[in-house]
């Protein structure tokens, strides 16, 4: 059974920073696509940040763009999200997600998912 462990939310003051962690179960990790999506209340989930499983390469929301950082480690079957000059708007329940697609951006690209972790972020 795949399981996907985020951790590393909780709660920051403006302008700080969260680094999110996401071990993966996958046997085959290193030929997934890893993606973060969020959701706040009363909102869809939304993309994030995206990093293919070949090359390294990245995709980012306008929103994160320049403040936001995914990498993976696959030795550690691990994908990471640095968060940096936080906004209240950040605030969000994350969530990491594995998939097929090389570059996928949107929710049903995606074929496992984590519990997720909140972040929360004070004015």
């Known amino acids: 059974q795949v399981q996907l462990v985020e951790s590393g939310g909780g709660l920051v003051q403006a302008g700080g920073s969260l680094r999110l962690s996401c071990a993966a179960s996958?046997?085959?990790?290193?030929?997934?696509?890893m993606g973060w999506f969020r959701q706040a209340p009363g909102k869809e989930r939304e993309f994030v940040a995206t990093?293919?499983?070949?090359?390294?390469?990245?995709n980012y929301a306008d929103s994160v763009k320049g403040r936001y950082t995914i990498s993976r480690d696959n030795a550690k079957n691990t994908v990471y999200l640095q968060m940096n000059s936080l906004k209240p708007e950040d605030t969000a329940v994350y969530y990491c997600?594995?998939?097929?697609?090389?570059?996928?951006?949107?929710?049903?690209?995606?074929?496992?998912w984590g519990q997720g972790t909140q972040v929360t972020v004070s004015s």
């Open positions: 997600a594995a998939g097929r697609k090389f570059i996928a951006t949107i929710v049903s690209e995606y074929d496992y």
């Open positions: 996958l046997r085959t990790f290193s030929t997934y696509t």
């Open positions: 990093i293919a499983y070949i090359g390294g390469i990245t």
